[in-house]
């Protein structure tokens, strides 16, 4: 069965299904304690992960909506039928 692992529900069952498994070993020796800390960082790292990510593409969508709104604005403020100073000199030297 595929988990959900967009939910925090699905990501936590998804750790504790696979976890349980790896850990036997560890669960036998160190207890259930050591397990529960575990997958208590487990869970913080993966949500701090989460966060940067959330962030680090927020940034990314914030910057490339500038430069597209900046773009807009250089073809809105840019006058098609005037000519720039080097046609002027061309026309100039053609004459």
Known sequence: MAKD???K???SSF??????DLLVGIND???PTLLK????RLEKT???????IDEAFSLLKK????K??????LENNSDKNSKTEWEKKLEDVEK
């Not at 750790?15 to 349980?20: E, I, P």
């Not at 993966?46 to 940067?52: C, G, L, R, T």
């Not at 597209?68 to 604005?73: H, Q, R, V, W």
């Open 46 to 52: 993966i949500n701090e992960f989460n966060d940067e």
């Open 37 to 40: 800390e575990l997958e208590g």
């Open 29 to 31: 020796s160190y207890g």
């Open 9 to 11: 529900e699905g990501r």
């Open 63 to 66: 910057k490339t909506e500038d």
């Open 68 to 73: 597209e709104a900046f773009y807009a604005s």
């Open 5 to 7: 692992l967009n939910t």
């Open 15 to 20: 750790l504790k299904d696979y976890l349980d």
